[in-house]
C-alpha cells in the first residue's frame, strides 16, 4: 500500500527593491469607485477592461474587471465562434490589444503562440524550448502563462527558461535560464517527482518575479525586464508551483510567493 505523501507551501514576503524579507502588517484596499455631491457613488470604468494580461487576469486574483456580461448560458448561450487545434500543455492565455497568446507543445518543442482574438487566425508561433518530460513521465508541455506587458511577452518554461518577445511579431528579445542564471540547483536532478516550473512571471516596476528555488539565498529572484539580467535574490526555499503576487502593505509594495 503506498503512502501518500501531502507539502504544506511556505509563503515567502519579499521587498522588491531590496529583496529583503520583512515583517508586514495588511494594507489597505483601493477603490475604483468615485463619488459626487451630486450623483453619490459612481463606478469608473477599469482602465484594463478588454484585457487579461497575466494568470488569473490582470491583477492575479481571478477576478475580471468587463461589465455588462452574459452570466446566464443556459438561458443566453454563446456562439462559437473559432476553434483551433493546440498541442498538449497546461498554460491558459492572456489577452491583449485584440491578440490571444498562449504555450503548448508541438513534437518535440514547445512553442508561444499568438492568435487574432476575432478570427482565431494564427499571427506567429515562436520556439521557446525543448518539451519537457518529467521522470513521471507526466503530459508534455508548458506548465505556466506567458505575461503581457508594454508589449511584450514574458514567457517561463518547465525547465527554467525564460523568455521575453515582442507581442506583435513573436521576435525573441532576450532569453535566459533562471537555474543558470541564479545558481539555484535544477530540482529535476533531485526528485523524481518534479513538475517543472510552474509558476508565471511576475511583472513589477522594472523587474520580472520568478521562483527556481534555491538554498543559497537564490529562492526568489528578480530580473530586469528589458534586459533578463540578475538584478536580486533572497531566500532559501525550495520551488513551489504557485504564481508570485503583489500586495501593499506597510507602505509597501511587497511580493507574496508560495514556495515549496
Known sequence: MKAAV???ALISNTDLATGQLPRISPGTSKSTTASTEETGPVKQKHPDQGTWTSFLGNNRNGISEESDLNLDWNTHRPAILWRVPLGDGYSSIVVADGRIWTMATHLTNDF????????GKKLWATLAAPTYLDHQRQARGPRSTPTYHAGKLYCLLPAGDLLCVEANSGKILWKNNIFQLSGAAQQEQKTIYYWGMSASPLIEGDLVILQPGGSSNN??????????????????????YGSPIVIEAENQRQIIVPTG
Request: charged letters at 15%; a negative charge.
Open 6 to 8: 501531502f507539502l504544506v
Open 112 to 119: 508561444i503562440v499568438c492568435f487574432d482574438a476575432i478570427s
Open 219 to 240: 529562492s526568489v529572484i528578480a530580473v530586469h525586464k528589458d534586459t533578463g539580467k540578475l538584478v536580486w535574490s533572497a531566500g532559501n526555499d525550495p520551488p513551489g
